[in-house]
């Protein structure tokens, strides 16, 4: 099934294309090459948080499951992998089986019945959460680590003082411990699962967020800890901003929608010249005009101390310095277009970055005719938002477990 739309105005266009957007798998497509500031900002706000995430039971659920995989004996790492796939087919089969009708966003529920799985398994999908949030070990794969456990005497001691979130001890022989946080989902095979939280399940996860190192200081924790502050207005810039009290995390989610704000006049502009190298001279006036008042709009940010403040305050946690001298060479661009009304530096700057992004055979708007422009689907046509959908998605379904009613 096509999923299209009709479209009166820019504006309506890109609302619906966020929409559409967040039924496919974000993240893939970087033409410009800003993926690592997107990403350095998301896991500052929200770590362990991806955009292929759809439910917080996993962080639940998937403790429980390799607490039950390592009670066996492997011969090799890829015997534990099978194990696991082996058990995720069945919580898949479980969830499905346990949850309302048409629940969305069970991994692999669409090819489970064949026996078939998906290519990013549960495990995939949410280790970086577990890692994040203190739950799973940080270090080693997971495979190898329940192998080396299962080779060693499995006694394993939980710390009597943490009956809730817990740790283990070790065993008092080499120390070797796949799993070490107590698990609160009774995990059974032979039995259907609901996909949402039930209060310990809730409660487990809520917990390591607010104590782990990664996550306890961020913006995710931040709406745990408060919940008055709802997101009944979902759209990432017109979130009210002054419900925000610690003043570093302000900064953070200030910050990051500026970059959004200041990139996405970019990205319409690609659309216009990709547009244009397909002759699609009704599209290209379209975006044209959308991109001026685009630049209207983000007058604001279009500046060189806004875009000092932002590099400045990643610093360290943003590892590539060619997409700080691509934004500054674009701002210059964009502001001598706006004193002249020529615009053609900015297009072969965006041009030049797509190249060197990916190489000279791949990118679209050296080759427009090689590819097929579809004004229905245009590229990155929509704002940076950080995994903020999916973060709140996670955020509600932890209060509605705790019985939280404004979650």
């Given at each position: 099934m096509e999923i299209g739309f009709v479209h009166f105005s820019s504006e309506e266009r890109r609302r619906v294309n966020n929409a559409l957007q967040r039924l496919r798998e974000q993240g893939s497509v970087d033409e410009l090459g800003i993926g690592r500031v997107r990403d350095a900002f998301a896991d500052l706000l929200f770590p362990g948080i991806s955009t292929l995430?759809?439910?917080?039971?996993?962080?639940?659920?998937?403790?429980?499951?390799y607490h039950?995989?390592?009670?066996?004996?492997?011969?090799?790492?890829?015997?534990?992998?099978?194990?696991?796939?082996e058990l995720e087919i069945k919580l898949t089969k479980d969830l499905v089986a346990g949850s309302e009708p048409g629940t969305g966003g069970i991994t692999g529920s669409s090819v489970v019945e064949g026996n078939k799985y998906v290519k990013y398994n549960p495990t995939y999908i949410y280790w970086t959460g577990l890692v994040a949030f203190g739950i799973m070990k940080e270090s080693g794969s997971l495979y190898n680590l329940i192998y080396d456990y299962s080779r060693h005497e499995?006694?394993?001691?939980?710390?009597?003082?943490?009956?809730?979130?817990?740790?283990?001890?070790?065993?008092?022989?080499?120390?070797?411990?796949?799993?070490?946080?107590?698990?609160?989902?009774?995990?059974?095979?032979?039995?259907?699962?609901?996909?949402?939280?039930?209060?310990?399940?809730?409660?487990?996860?809520?917990?390591?967020?607010?104590?782990?190192?990664?996550?306890?200081k961020t913006l995710l924790a931040y709406f745990l800890e408060h919940d008055e502050i709802t997101n009944e207005n979902s759209d990432f810039l017109e979130f009210d901003i002054s419900q925000i009290h610690d003043l570093k995390i302000r900064q953070q989610l200030e910050l990051a929608r500026k970059f959004a704000r200041f990139i996405f006049p970019m990205h319409v502009r690609y659309n216009y010249i990709y547009a244009d190298g397909c002759g699609n001279e009704l599209s290209k006036n379209e975006l044209h005009n959308q991109f001026l008042e685009e630049l209207d709009?983000?007058?604001?940010?279009?500046?060189?101390?806004?875009?000092?403040?932002?590099?400045?305050?990643?610093?360290?946690?943003?590892?590539?310095?060619?997409?700080?001298?691509?934004?500054?060479?674009?701002?210059?661009?964009?502001?001598?277009?706006?004193?002249?009304?020529?615009?053609?530096?900015?297009?072969?700057?965006?041009?030049?970055?797509?190249?060197?992004?990916?190489?000279?055979?791949?990118?679209?708007?050296?080759?427009?005719?090689?590819?097929?422009?579809?004004?229905?689907?245009?590229?990155?046509?929509?704002?940076?938002?950080?995994?903020?959908?999916?973060?709140?998605?996670?955020v509600n379904e932890i209060r509605e477990g705790l019985g939280v009613g404004n979650g």
């Amino acid at each position: 099934m096509e999923i299209g739309f009709v479209h009166f105005s820019s504006e309506e266009r890109r609302r619906v294309n966020n929409a559409l957007q967040r039924l496919r798998e974000q993240g893939s497509v970087d033409e410009l090459g800003i993926g690592r500031v997107r990403d350095a900002f998301a896991d500052l706000l929200f770590p362990g948080i991806s955009t292929l995430q759809h439910h917080a039971k996993y962080f639940a659920a998937l403790p429980q499951l390799y607490h039950l995989a390592q009670k066996e004996n492997y011969k090799s790492p890829r015997d534990v992998k099978a194990k696991i796939i082996e058990l995720e087919i069945k919580l898949t089969k479980d969830l499905v089986a346990g949850s309302e009708p048409g629940t969305g966003g069970i991994t692999g529920s669409s090819v489970v019945e064949g026996n078939k799985y998906v290519k990013y398994n549960p495990t995939y999908i949410y280790w970086t959460g577990l890692v994040a949030f203190g739950i799973m070990k940080e270090s080693g794969s997971l495979y190898n680590l329940i192998y080396d456990y299962s080779r060693h005497e499995k006694t394993v001691k939980y710390k009597d003082n943490e009956a809730e979130e817990g740790g283990i001890d070790d065993d008092g022989g080499d120390g070797v411990v796949a799993f070490y946080s107590r698990p609160t989902c009774n995990f059974d095979i032979t039995k259907k699962m609901n996909i949402k939280l039930n209060k310990s399940e809730a409660l487990f996860i809520k917990r390591h967020i607010l104590s782990s190192e990664k996550t306890r200081k961020t913006l995710l924790a931040y709406f745990l800890e408060h919940d008055e502050i709802t997101n009944e207005n979902s759209d990432f810039l017109e979130f009210d901003i002054s419900q925000i009290h610690d003043l570093k995390i302000r900064q953070q989610l200030e910050l990051a929608r500026k970059f959004a704000r200041f990139i996405f006049p970019m990205h319409v502009r690609y659309n216009y010249i990709y547009a244009d190298g397909c002759g699609n001279e009704l599209s290209k006036n379209e975006l044209h005009n959308q991109f001026l008042e685009e630049l209207d709009k983000s007058n604001d940010v279009h500046n060189k101390d806004t875009l000092s403040e932002i590099f400045s305050f990643l610093g360290s946690n943003l590892n590539d310095s060619s997409i700080r001298f691509f934004c500054e060479k674009a701002l210059n661009a964009i502001l001598e277009g706006k004193s002249t009304g020529d615009f053609s530096k900015l297009d072969n700057i965006l041009v030049d970055r797509e190249r060197d992004i990916k190489g000279n055979v791949r990118y679209k708007l050296r080759h427009p005719a090689a590819y097929s422009f579809d004004p229905n689907h245009l590229v990155h046509y929509h704002y940076l938002t950080y995994r903020w959908e999916t973060a709140w998605t996670m955020v509600n379904e932890i209060r509605e477990g705790l019985g939280v009613g404004n979650g």
